[in-house]
């Protein structure tokens, strides 16, 4: 039986739409320790590779929003669009 692979845009709690889905290197800004993500300190970026559909890129880019991170243990974070976690 052959694995069939699932992929989803990861930015959490937006309107998706558009049938494409891509891997984009953006800027994301997170204000969570990486190692723990329970512990709060100033903000900072880095650049992510994400994967993003066109609307949550659309949106992203036309409405000028930055990304914002919450960082969890083991590479699991959540991106948000226009608020902080």
Known sequence: MNATEHYACDIVDNNHY?????????????????EDGRSKQDPYFELIKIDICEGCYKTMITDRI????????????????????
């Open 66 to 85: 930055l990304l914002y991170a919450y960082k969890v243990a083991m590479g699991y974070n959540k991106y948000y669009l226009n608020k902080q976690p």
């Open 18 to 34: 558009g049938a494409t889905l891509v891997q984009q290197i953006v800027p994301v800004m997170s204000y969570h320790d990486q």
